[in-house]
């Protein structure tokens, strides 16, 4: 399996991802399930744009 690097638009979206996830989490303007599937979606985002090209 040939992987490819993620595209920095990826990785960008990615991090604004995981600072809001982080941020709900330590400030608790959600429910915390919310920054855990935000954690989620990021950590998937960079998984599929590692597996895919063009993402």
């Known amino acids: 399996m040939k992987l490819n690097a993620p595209k920095q638009l990826s990785w ?3 991090l604004i991802l995981l600072v ?3 941020a709900v989490n330590f ?3 959600a429910p915390l ?8 979606a990021s950590a998937c985002l960079l998984i ?4 895919f ?3």
Do not use: D, M, P
């Open 20 to 22: 809001a996830a982080l």
């Open 12 to 14: 960008i979206i990615a």
């Open 27 to 29: 400030t608790g303007l």
């Open 33 to 40: 399930t919310v920054g855990f599937w935000l954690a989620v």
């Open 53 to 55: 090209s063009g993402l």
């Open 48 to 51: 599929l744009a590692t597996f």
